[in-house]
C-alpha cells in the first residue's frame, strides 16, 4: 500500500553558499529568482510587501508564472521555446541571483527531474546560489467534478490515513524530503537546498474554520477576503495568502515574526500560526 501511495503522490504533486546568509545579513534582501504556477505566485508576490515592512533593503524577485501543470520545474525547462523557459535563462544568465525558488511538481519516474536540470544551469554563472522548494497543498479540496479525484477526507482514507494532515505530512517527509531534496543534495553537496512549508497554511488554517477556531468569519471557499478556498481547485484566499507569506518570509530572511510591526489585516493572530508551522518543519529542511 505503501508503495502504491508514494506512487500516486508522485503523480498528484500538484499534476498540473554554499551560500550561508546568516542573520548578520537580514537587514539586507537578496536578489531572487523565483518560478512557479498558481500555488506559488501569491507568496512570492506577496513577499515583496513583507520585505518592505521587514525593513529588508533591495530586496528583488524576478517571477515568472505560468499556470497549472505548465508552472512546475520540469514543464518550464522542456518547453525550451517558450518565453518562460528564456526569461528564466536570461535571469540565471547575468550571475547575480542569490535564490532560486521553484515549486512542488510532477515528479513521476524521477523525483528530480526538472529541478536538477534548472540547478545545473543555475550554477554555472551563480555557484554561491542558495535553492528553495515552496510546498504545495494539494488540490480540489471537495473533490473534482468528474470524480476522478476524492475529497481530502476520503484520499486520506483511501491511503490508510486518519486524515489529510497525516498524508500531506507523509507526502511532505516521504516524496519531498526524501526523494527530492535528499537526492538533488547529493547531486550538489556544496549547494545549499531548503524547503518552505507553505502547503501547512492551507491545511491548518482550513482545520481552524472547520473547529472554529479562527476569530474572523471565514467561509472554507468564497470571495478572497474572507474565505480558505476561492474555487473548487483550491486556490487560496487572502487569510492563507497573509499565512504563508509570513512563513516565507521567515524561512528566507529568517525574520523574528514577534517583531514584524505588519497587520495582515485580520483579527487572527496570522504571526503566531506561520510561527508554529515553521517551528513544526523539519529543521534539516530549513535554510
Known amino acids: 500500500m505503501k508503495s502504491v501511495l508514494k506512487l500516486f503522490l508522485l503523480v498528484l504533486i500538484l499534476s498540473f553558499k554554499n551560500g550561508q546568509f ?10 531572487m529568482l523565483l518560478i512557479g504556477h498558481s500555488f506559488f505566485k501569491p507568496y512570492a508576490n506577496h513577499l515583496e510587501l513583507l520585505a518592505i515592512k521587514a525593513g529588508l533593503e533591495n530586496h528583488s524577485a524576478n517571477i515568472v508564472f505560468r499556470g497549472g501543470k505548465n508552472g512546475i520545474p520540469i514543464n ?3 518547453d525550451s521555446a517558450s518565453e ?6 536570461f535571469a540565471l544568465d547575468q550571475g547575480n541571483i542569490d535564490f532560486f525558488g521553484m515549486t512542488t511538481g510532477h515528479v513521476q519516474e524521477n523525483p528530480t527531474e526538472g529541478y ?77 537546498i531548503f524547503t518552505i512549508p507553505t502547503g501547512w497554511a492551507t491545511k491548518n488554517l482550513a482545520q481552524m474554520t472547520l473547529e472554529n477556531e479562527l476569530l474572523d468569519d471565514i467561509d472554507m471557499f468564497g470571495p478572497k477576503s474572507k474565505s480558505i478556498f476561492t474555487d473548487n481547485k483550491g486556490h487560496q484566499g487572502q487569510i492563507v ?17 514577534t517583531k514584524l510591526n505588519y497587520d495582515t489585516g485580520f483579527i487572527t493572530d496570522l504571526h503566531k500560526i506561520a510561527r508554529k508551522i515553521i517551528d513544526n518543519h523539519d529543521v534539516n529542511y530549513k535554510q
Open 22 to 31: 546568516s542573520s548578520e545579513n537580514e537587514s539586507t534582501g537578496y536578489n
Open 76 to 78: 518550464f525547462w522542456n
Open 84 to 89: 518562460e523557459h528564456q526569461l528564466i535563462k
Open 116 to 192: 536538477l536540470e534548472w540547478i545545473e544551469y543555475a550554477l554555472q554563472k551563480n555557484p554561491n546560489i542558495t535553492i528553495f522548494i515552496s510546498i504545495s497543498p494539494f488540490d480540489y479540496p471537495n473533490g473534482n467534478s468528474n470524480g476522478s479525484r476524492p475529497d481530502w477526507n476520503k484520499l486520506a482514507l483511501n491511503y490508510g490515513f486518519s486524515s489529510i494532515q497525516e498524508l500531506y505530512d507523509y507526502y511532505v517527509t516521504e516524496i519531498i524530503h526524501k526523494e527530492i531534496v535528499d537526492k538533488l543534495r547529493e547531486e550538489f553537496p556544496l549547494t545549499k
Open 241 to 257: 495568502i497573509e499565512t504563508g507569506a509570513l512563513i516565507w518570509l521567515n524561512s528566507i530572511y529568517n525574520t523574528d515574526l
